[in-house]
């Protein structure tokens, strides 16, 4: 008998991800303070990468307190260009300055999956895409954002890889899921492992 699977998130997107993997699980959405979390781990020089791994940690304890027994399945992700970590832009002018400070870099994208049964830690695993933005300039930024409008603030880098933000990039590093914030391919080979799912 396999165990019952939860996802700790509300996330349309991930919840997508798998569905479309053929996966039956219970989706719950975790109530915890992300910025409270992140902003001593921030303080005290934790990698945008372990930053990722302790917010996805949390987020799969506090739903496994609702679900004895089952694998809770906690994401989370970073961005981050250096030891910068960036945070969804308030408004429009932050996000025309989150793609100026882009511009001509490589920025990278932490996404971290931690698996917690009755609030025992089973498995943690981070993936980072790298993403290199080309020359930018302040023009083309504001008429960018002047098409794309109001989507620029729902994601942490103000683009959309989907849609025109892809036009913002010369080269990519990494696999689609991870860039999307579930890596699927090293989850679903740990939940084989674990008897989760057929094998």
Known sequence: MTTALVLASASPFRRALLENAGLTFQARAAN???????????ASGASPSDVALELAEAKARDVARHFDGALVIGSDQT????SRVYHKPKDM?????????????????NSAIVLVRDGEVVWRH???????VRPLTRGFIERHLAR????????????????????LFEKIEGDYFTILGLP?????SKLRDLGSIDA
Do not use: N
Not at 79 to 82: E, I, N, P, W
Not at 149 to 165: D, I, N, R
Not at 184 to 188: G, R, T
């Open 93 to 109: 002018d932050e996000a025309a300055d989150h793609l100026f400070s882009l511009s001509g870099k490589t920025h990278s994208l």
């Open 79 to 82: 961005m981050s260009l250096g």
């Open 148 to 167: 794309v409008g109001e989507k620029a603030l729902a994601s942490v880098g103000a683009y959309q890889l989907e849609g025109e933000g892809i036009q």
């Open 184 to 188: 699927m391919l090293p989850l679903l």
């Open 32 to 42: 915890v303070d992300e910025r409270a979390l992140e902003q001593p781990l921030e």
């Open 126 to 132: 981070v993936s980072s895409a790298h993403m290199t």
